[in-house]
C-alpha cells in the first residue's frame, strides 16, 4: 500500500486502521494510541469497533489514552489485554466540559500487555532527583525544561534519578496545535521511551496531528501512524517534514 507521507523515522498511511493493518507486514515494539472516545459530537468521534483486537494481532505492549468510562464501556474490547498500569496526563486546560460534573483536567493513558510479562520491553524512565531534605530524594518539578514531574511526589532512587511519576503534567500549546485532541510530545515522550527500545518501531493506529511521531523520532525511534481524516494526514505530513520541532509548549 502507497503511504501518504514517508522519511527515514515515519511512515503515515491515510484510512481505516482496521482495513489497512491487515495488509501491511508490520511487527511494532508497542503501539501508541489515542482511539475516539466517542464522547464529543466531533464528527471524527466514533470509536471504531474491533481495533483493540486487530492491535492484538500485531504487538504485545500498548499505550492507550481514553477516560475511564471509555475503558469501562469498551471494557469487553479489551479482553484480550492485561493491564499493567495507569498513567494520568494533568492538562493545562480543560477539556469537554458538560456542565454538571467535575472540571475535567486529566485524562488517563493505560499500558495493556499480552503474554508473559517478562518478554515485555518495559523501562520505566528516570528524570533527575534533588534533595529536598537529609535522606529524602524528590524528583525535579515539572516545569523545568526537559524533565516532566508531580511536583512535590516522592519517587524511588537511584544515582541521583527518580522514577518517573505516573502523573504527566504536560501542557497544550493554543499556537501550535492542529487537532482538537492533540497529544503533547512531552507526554507521549516517557510511554514511548518506557514501551519501544532505541530504534524500535512505534504504532499508531489513530495519527490526529503526528504526536506521537514527532515524539518517536525525537527520542530515536521509528513510528507508523494511520489517520482516516486526510485533512489530518496533510497536517501530519506538514508537520514532519518541517523536521524535528520543539516542543511548543506553553507553561
Ligand atoms: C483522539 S484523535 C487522535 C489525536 C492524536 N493523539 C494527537 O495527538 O493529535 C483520534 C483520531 O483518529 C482518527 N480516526 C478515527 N477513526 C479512525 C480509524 N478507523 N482509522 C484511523 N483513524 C481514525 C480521527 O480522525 C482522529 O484524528
Known amino acids: 500500500m502507497k503511504p501518504y507521507y514517508a522519511d527515514d523515522t515515519v511512515t503515515l498511511y491515510h484510512g481505516d486502521s482496521r482495513e489497512i493493518l491487515p495488509i501491511l507486514d508490520l511487527q511494532p515494539d508497542c503501539i501508541v494510541t489515542d482511539p475516539p472516545y466517542g464522547e464529543t459530537s466531533l464528527e471524527w468521534d466514533r470509536w471504531p469497533d474491533g481495533w483493540p483486537t486487530v492491535a492484538a494481532k500485531l504487538t504485545s505492549s500498548m499505550w492507550c489514552f481514553g477516560s475511564m468510562r471509555m475503558f469501562l464501556d469498551r471494557r469487553d474490547e479489551f479482553a484480550g489485554w492485561k493491564l499493567s498500569q495507569d498513567v ?7 477539556g469537554f466540559q458538560p456542565g454538571d460534573r467535575f472540571n475535567r483536567i486529566h485524562e488517563h493513558a493505560l499500558h495493556f500487555y499480552r503474554g508473559a510479562w517478562g518478554s515485555i520491553h518495559h523501562t520505566p524512565p528516570r528524570v533527575p532527583a534533588v534533595r529536598r531534605r537529609a535522606g529524602d530524594l524528590i524528583g525535579r518539578a515539572a516545569n523545568e525544561p526537559g524533565v516532566t514531574g508531580a511536583r512535590g511526589a516522592s519517587f ?49 493506529l489513530f495519527g490526529g496531528s503526528g504526536s506521537t511521531a514527532d515524539a518517536a523520532r525525537m527520542s530515536g525511534r521509528r513510528a507508523v501512524l494511520i489517520e482516516a481524516n486526510e485533512g489530518y494526514c496533510e497536517a501530519i505530513a506538514d ?3 518541517q523536521g524535528v520541532l520543539p516542543m511548543g509548549e506553553v507553561a
Request: glycine residues 6%; charged residues 20%.
Open 88 to 94: 494520568v496526563w494533568r492538562k493545562n486546560v480543560a
Open 156 to 204: 524511588q532512587v537511584s544515582d541521583g534519578l527518580a522514577y518517573h511519576p505516573s502523573v504527566v503534567d504536560a501542557s497544550i500549546s493554543r499556537t501550535v496545535s492542529q487537532h482538537p485532541t492533540e497529544k503533547p510530545v512531552r507526554l507521549l515522550d516517557p510511554l514511548i521511551r518506557y514501551a519501544c527500545p532505541p530504534g524500535g518501531l512505534v504504532l499508531d
Open 239 to 241: 508537520r514532519l517534514a
